[in-house]
């Protein structure tokens, strides 16, 4: 595949590279924060794009467009202006060139998600064994539990409910694409995950916090995610696709913190050893 960063050139610039790629039957992952290239331009480049922090589309549903033309900050924030009546012309604009959006939620709404207290308590956990402290740098470990702080200690109240509307709104427009027909794709940020556990984060996030269900969760770094990078031969159990396997001693569709719950990791055949190697 091939990826664009970071939309600060007008959208005919990448369009004939996007074009070219798609007809090399490339997937196209575009970080489109702008401000001349955003989630709308791709759209119109070709359909199937895969657009990180879902292409800054905040900034182009606002109710006042102007006062976000050039932001490209993170977190999304422009969704705390966020325009009832421009949600449904942009999801249908979205669909309609099949956009695949990373929202990233795990990153850009840290501290807000449900579950941030426990999600939290499973970082530190992490870091209680001794092999993987070996070799992940204490700086890395701090910088880390910095980005996983409660934001009521580093966040005026003002600021602090305001950055929870732009969080609720960014999951309810997520939420409303996904039930028009359209996917997004988990990712993880580092740092601000532990090892291992930005994924699971994120499906506790789509689930908990968008409203998606937990098999929708799941094909989100699954199915949808090897269709977005148009890697046909992964991402469901089917014959003759690779089939490396999660098994795990609780249901998933149950309760998406099953996920965690991990039994055994086959990969190329072969049960991986999941232990941490201190050289």
């Known amino acids: 595949f091939i990826t664009f960063q970071n939309g600060d050139g007008p959208p005919e610039l990448f369009a004939p590279a996007v074009e070219e790629a798609q007809d090399l039957d490339m997937g196209v992952v575009f970080r489109a924060m702008g401000p001349p290239t955003r989630g709308r331009e791709v759209c119109e480049m070709g359909d199937g794009v895969v657009m990180v922090h879902t292409g800054n589309i905040g900034a182009q549903i606002a109710t006042d467009e102007e006062k976000w033309a050039t932001y490209i900050r993170l977190p999304p924030q422009a969704y705390v202006d966020m325009d009832e009546a421009k949600v449904d012309p942009m999801i249908q604009h979205l669909v309609g060139c099949d956009a695949y959006l990373e929202p990233d939620l795990i990153a850009t709404g840290r501290g807000f998600p449900k579950s941030w207290p ?156 999941r232990e941490y190697d201190p050289s």
């Open 118 to 273: 426990r999600i939290r308590e499973e970082a530190f956990s992490v870091f209680e064994d001794e092999n993987l402290t070996s070799y992940y740098p204490a700086y890395s470990i701090g910088n880390l539990y910095d980005n996983i702080e409660m934001p009521e200690t580093w966040m005026e109240p003002a600021a602090l409910a305001e950055r929870r509307v732009g969080f609720e709104n960014h999951g309810r427009f997520l939420k409303r694409y996904v039930d028009a027909g359209g996917k997004i794709v988990a990712a993880s940020d580092i740092t601000q995950s532990a090892p291992g556990l930005g994924l699971h984060a994120e499906f506790t996030v789509f689930v908990e916090d968008v409203g998606l269900t937990p098999m929708q969760a799941i094909q989100s770094a699954t199915k949808w995610v090897a269709e977005g990078f148009r890697t046909p031969d992964v991402g469901s159990i089917e014959a003759g696709k690779f089939g490396d396997v999660l098994i795990l001693d609780a249901d998933p569709l149950q309760d998406i913190w099953n996920t965690r719950e991990i039994h055994m990791v086959i990969k190329g055949g072969e049960i991986v050893d």
